[in-house]
DNA sequence: AGTCGAATTTGATCTATATCAAAAGATTTC
DNA sequence: GAAATCTTTTGATATAGATCAAATTCGACT
């Protein structure tokens, strides 16, 4: 079953050998775990990178005592504390289960030596980081200037069925508006 | 003068070979322009990527007729129309520059090849991207939930002396506000 | 199946910021 | 150096969405 995930996050960007993927697997950890659980809590150092093979999960972190999720993660996507792995800072994040789910667990230290071994394995790095950008950038642009109703209908066309996964407070939270208002706009359609 | 700004610019993310510079050297444009240059226009295909080392650059996009900053770049800091660039799109982004600048022009092709021939080149790209997308997460953080004056804060916490070189307009739509707000915030300090 | 706690909806009110408009200051141009 | 143009400030008003509060619906657990 693992080579099976691993065959599908590599078809997500470049092939890797064989040997990069032997090398690779002797360090993932596969793990089944419940909607709810805490993969990373605020404050902690973190070196670990997760993929989401079943179920999804959110990071958020807290403001004025309110959840504010940041990144949502489903089936096939990676997720991170994304400070406290890039910058080894403690993290500002949270990251929580939203659903059961069944997950494979990387190492920054493990990740960053085969990246150093291997010029293919950085290019697969630079490749899913490159993403990551890519996806903060159209957030960035629909944060800054739309209504509450343009970023609720972006979001759905990213994630057309993001409902089934996500409350509605996370959601609200993740285009930056209330609870009550995402509700508002819901009932009107 | 080349080899003094690709020193500058290696010595931020990684260091290069003499031989990966100087293959590097042959395909870099060294450009000074005028205040105001359109160094890229929305709808064109760009495949271009500067680095400022005078002056200052903004990568903007029209929004109901309006002009809204994406992303300011000053010296030694990289600027490309982001999806353009990345994706192979036709930008959705101008670039202007927004002083008399001095800058280097490198080529996505180029760029790709040596990020394809050298591993650390290759490692140098990627770190240039992590840049990019860790800036990328602040912004997403103040823009999804906070009000015009912590907006303007952070921006000054994040480049004190951004008066001397970005109008009050661009500054506004860069973080979400009207001018007309921006103006009121300053003038109660 | 019924109870309890959480999530969502609905209602009433408030407020930060947008919008519209015009004046005042800067900067560029010939 | 006066005219023209662009940028910033100030004022008056409107409004989208926040906040506070209560009712309703949903879902998990015994």
Known sequence: MLDEIIAKITSQYDTLSNEII?????DILMLELEKGTQLVREGSYTNKLFYIYKGSA???HLKDG??????FSFEHEF????TGYFLGH???HYIELTEDSILLEFNRKHINILSNKYHDFERFTRNAI???MLQLQKRVVYLQFSTAKE??????????KI??????GDIASYIGITQETLSRIRAQK
């Open 90 to 92: 403690p993290s500002e």
């Open 79 to 82: 997720i991170c504390a994304i």
């Open 66 to 71: 309110k959840a504010i999720a940041d990144w």
């Open 151 to 160: 970023r609720y209908d972006f979001l759905l066309k990213e994630y057309p």
């Open 58 to 60: 959110k990071a958020y």
């Open 22 to 26: 032997e090398e690779w697997k002797s």
């Open 163 to 168: 409902e089934l996964h996500i409350s509605l």
């Open 130 to 132: 490159t993403k990551i």
